[in-house]
C-alpha cells in the first residue's frame, strides 16, 4: 500500500419530508401551501406534471421540493447520498430518473405497509445491499402517529472504493412525539441496540463504517450513547476540523420555516437528531475535513427542502500504521462508560417490558369483561328482552373482544421482542464486567478482534 | 500455526416437537398419549412435577420425551447441541437446569408472540448472540397453521474455539402443509433468501459456518439449492465420510410412531428436511467424520424424542494452505447453477408478488362492497324498516370491513417483503450475470473476498 494512501468522501444526508406550515415564506417555485396539521407517514405523491401523483392537502410543495433536491444533488454531485422519510416509491423513482447521469447506483429500501423511507443515491456501483427491519416500531393502534406502518429499518450499502470496503448504514429511528412522557422510549434504546447490533455483526470484514440517518435522538439520549458506545462510531460534528451551519451542529432550528415552532420552544438553537457517524478498522483513520449543514433555508437560500437541516460531510481515510488505540472498549477505565450506559438501557427496557406486560394483562382484564358481558347479553336476547339495544351492544362486544384480543397479542410480541433487546445486552454486560474484573491487561474474548495468528490447539 | 492443528466438533440437531398418536407404542415411561391432530406451533407446557405447568391434551409424552432428551444430551457431551421448536419456554428453563453442568451456556431466541423456538445449548461459551427474524412466515388469519404466531426466525452465535471464530446458525422455516399446492412456497424461498443473505453478511470473518436446522425443504426444492448456491455450504450428509442412521438420511420416517403416515405416503423411506450444513474459508477445511441419524426411536431404541429424527454430527477443522478453490460462484461454468437457481427463485417470488397484490386488490373490492352495504343498512335503519336485523348486519358488516382492511394492509406489507428478496435477488442475479459475460479471468467485486493487499489509489 502506497503511504501516501488517501480516499476522499463527500456524503449527504437528508430527511427529506417536511409537513408544510400554511405560509411557507421565499417560495420560488410551485403553488401555495394549505395544511398545518403534523405527520410523519403518509404515503403521499407529487404534484406537478413531470412526477407522478400527489396528495395536495399534505404537501403542496413537495414536487418543487424534490425538483430543487435533485437539482442541488446533480450539481454537488456527492459519492453518496442518502435519504429518509421518501415515503411514495414514485418520488424516488422520480429522483432516481434525475440523478441516473450523476448517481447511476441506487436503492430503495422496501418494508412495512408503507415502506421504510430509506433511499440512496450512489456515484459509485453498489456491490450488496440489505437491510433489517426493527422488531418493535410503536403501536399499530397509533395510528395518528404511523411509525408501526413504515415498518421502520436500517439498511446497509457495500460499496468497494479504491480497495477499500465501505459498509453504508442509512436509517431512521421512532420519531419522538413527547419527550416529557415519551411512550415509545423503550422502543427507541430497543432500536438504537439493534441498530447498534446490527452493525456490529454486519461490518466485521469492512475497513470502513458510515451511519447516516434521522436517529431522532439527542446526543445525549440513552440510545445515541448506546449506540456510539458499542459501535466506537464518531461523531462527524464532534469531530471534524471546518464546520459551516447552524448553530451547535442542530439539524432542526426555528429558522425553518416548515418545522412546528412550538414543539422547539424548550430548545432555542433547535435540536440535533440527524447524524453522519463513521468508523475505521486498525490500519486506517477516517477524519472529517468538513461538516456542512444547511441553515433553515435550501442551500441557496431559498425555500428549504425539509423540515430538517441536509447534512454535507467531507471525510478523509487514510492509511495509518497498526497502533494500540484504546477505544472505549478496552481496559476498565474506557470501558466503563459501556458498562454503564448498558446498565441503563437495561432498566429502561426492564421498564418497557414491565409496561408491555401491564398493558397484556389489562387488555386480557378487557376481554375477560367482553365475554363476561357477552354471554349476559345472549341471555337476554335469549329471553326477548330488549332486543334491539342487545343484538347492537352483543355485535359490538365481539368487536371489542376480537380487537383488545389483537391488543393483546400485540403486547405479548412487544414483551417477547424487548426481552430479546435485554437478553443481548445483558450478554454484553456481563462479559463487559467480566473483563472489567480481570483487568486491562486481559483482552476479553468479546472485545478481541479477530487476531490472524491463530492460537494451536490440538482437541 | 501448527501444521498438525485439528478442532474435532461434535454437533446434535433435533426439532424437539412431536405431536403424539394416539397409541404410541413401545413406551418407557410416562402417560398413554390421547391426541391426533397435528399441530405446528402451541404453546404448551410439561406435565410431569419437575417440569412446570402443561396442556396434557396436546402432547401427554412430552414431559418424558424432555427428560430423556436431557438425559441424552448429557450423557453424550456434545460440543453444541442446537435444538428447534421447543415452543415453551418453561421446557428451555428445565433442559438448562438440568444440563448445566455439561452444557455451561445456553440460550433462547425469543420472538413473535408464541417464541421462535430455538434454542442452544453449548460446552463453550457463547461470545455473542443476535437473531434475524423472517420478514414474511405466512398468514395471521391461518390461524390452524400458527406459523405466523411463532415469529420464525434464524439464531446466530459466535464462538472461539482453540482461537478459531465459529459463527453456528441454527433456524427453522415455514412448515409445508400441502406440497402439491404450497401456498407458502414464496415465503419459504423468500425466507431461504433471508437465511442465505443473513449468513452471507454476518459470517464475513468467521472461520467456520454452522448452520443446522429444520428447513422444512426437500434437498432439491429451490430454497435448499438457493441456500446452498449462495452461501457455498456442505450438506454433511452427502459429505460425510461415515454414514448411520435412516434410508437415505432421512429425518422424518415412516417407523418414527409419532410421523403422521398419511403425509410421508408419497415417500416411502420418509424425508430429509432438517440438515447440519458447514463451510470453512480459506486456510481451513472442514470435514464432517461422522454423520448419523436416529431411526424411528430413541438413541436407546426406545420412544423417539421427537416426530423428527436427531442430527449427530461429529466435524473435523485442519489447517490447509490457502489454494484457489474454484466456488460455485467462480468461472462461468461453475456460476451458472447460482444464476439459474437465481433465476427460478426471482420467477418464484414474481408469482408470489402477483398473488399478494391480487389479494390486496380482492380485498380492497370486499372493503369497498362493504362500506356500500353499510350505507344501504343505514339507510333502512334511520327509515325504521327492518331495525334489528338491519342492525346486526351493520354492525357485522363494520366488523367484516376492519377485518378485510387488516388483511389488506397485510397483503400490501407482504407484496413490500417479496419485491425486498426479489430486489436483493435480482441485484445479485445482475452481478453474476456481469461477471459471467466477463469471463472466468475477471474476478467479480461481488464475489471478491476482501484483500489484505489493498489496491492504492489517490483521489
Redesign the interface.
Known amino acids: ?2 503511504p ?5 468522501l463527500r456524503v449527504f444526508n437528508l430527511n427529506c419530508w417536511a409537513w408544510e406550515e400554511p405560509a411557507a415564506p421565499r417560495l420560488t417555485a410551485g403553488p401555495s401551501s394549505s395544511d398545518v396539521r403534523r405527520v410523519k407517514n403518509p404515503s403521499s405523491h407529487l404534484l406537478v406534471p413531470s412526477v407522478p401523483r400527489g396528495i395536495p392537502y399534505l404537501s403542496k410543495h413537495r414536487a418543487d421540493r424534490m425538483k430543487r433536491l435533485g437539482d442541488f444533488l446533480n450539481v454537488e454531485s456527492f459519492d453518496l447520498a442518502l435519504l429518509e422519510e421518501v415515503w411514495s416509491e414514485q418520488d424516488f423513482q422520480y429522483l432516481r430518473q434525475k440523478l441516473l447521469p450523476t448517481y447511476p447506483a441506487a ?1 430503495y ?5 408503507i ?1 421504510s423511507g430509506l433511499c440512496v443515491f450512489s456515484k459509485h ?9 426493527y ?1 418493535l416500531n410503536g403501536y399499530p393502534y397509533m395510528v395518528h402517529h404511523g411509525d408501526w ?1 413504515s ?1 421502520k429499518a436500517v439498511g ?1 450499502l457495500v460499496f ?1 472504493l ?4 465501505l459498509n453504508a448504514y442509512v436509517t431512521h429511528l421512532h420519531a419522538e412525539y413527547n419527550r416529557q412522557k415519551d411512550i415509545y422510549l423503550a422502543h427507541r434504546v430497543a432500536q438504537a441496540w439493534e441498530l447498534a ?2 452493525i ?3 461490518s ?2 469492512a ?1 470502513m463504517v458510515l451511519l447516516c440517518g434521522d436517529l431522532n435522538l439527542h446526543p445525549k439520549d440513552l440510545g445515541f450513547r448506546l449506540l456510539k458506545e458499542w459501535t466506537g462510531l464518531h461523531d462527524a460534528y464532534l469531530e471534524t476540523q471546518d464546520f459551516k451551519g447552524s448553530e451547535e451542529g442542530c439539524t432542526m432550528v426555528p429558522e425553518n420555516c416548515y418545522v412546528n415552532q412550538q414543539e422547539l420552544e424548550p430548545f432555542p438553537c433547535g435540536i440535533r437528531i440527524d447524524y453522519v457517524l463513521y468508523k475505521a478498522v486498525s490500519g486506517f483513520c477516517i477524519s472529517c475535513k468538513t461538516l456542512k449543514t444547511t441553515t433553515g433555508h435550501d442551500p441557496h437560500s431559498g425555500t428549504p427542502l425539509s423540515d430538517h437541516e441536509a447534512l454535507m460531510a467531507t471525510l478523509c481515510v487514510r492509511h495509518s500504521p497498526p497502533q494500540h488505540n484504546p477505544s472505549p472498549t478496552h481496559g476498565p477505565v474506557e470501558r466503563s462508560p459501556l458498562i454503564s450506559v448498558l446498565r441503563e438501557a437495561c432498566t429502561e427496557l426492564d421498564l418497557g417490558v414491565a409496561q408491555a406486560r401491564w398493558w397484556a394483562t389489562f387488555a386480557s382484564y378487557v376481554i375477560g369483561l367482553g365475554l363476561l358481558f357477552l354471554a349476559v347479553l345472549s341471555a337476554l336476547v335469549a329471553e326477548g328482552g330488549i ?2 339495544i342487545a ?2 351492544l352483543w ?2 362486544s ?2 371489542l373482544v ?1 380487537g383488545v384480543g389483537a391488543v393483546y ?1 400485540f403486547h ?2 412487544e414483551a ?2 424487548l ?2 433487546a435485554r ?2 445486552l445483558q ?2 454486560l456481563g ?1 463487559a464486567r467480566e473483563a472489567q474484573n480481570l483487568g486491562p491487561e486481559f483482552k476479553p ?2 472485545f ?1 478482534e ?2 490472524e ?7
Chains 1, 2 share one sequence.
Open positions: 500500500m502506497k501516501h494512501f488517501s480516499l476522499r436503492h429500501f422496501r418494508s412495512g405497509i415502506g456501483p453498489i456491490q450488496e445491499f440489505t437491510q433489517h427491519v422488531t406502518f415498518g446497509l468497494h479504491s480497495g477499500l470496503v447490533h446490527f456490529h455483526h454486519t466485521k470484514k475497513d332486543r334491539e343484538i347492537l355485535t359490538l365481539v368487536g376480537l397479542l405479548l410480541q417477547k421482542g426481552c430479546r437478553a443481548e450478554h454484553v462479559r474474548a468479546l478481541l479477530h487476531q495468528g491463530y492460537r494451536t490447539e490440538d482437541q
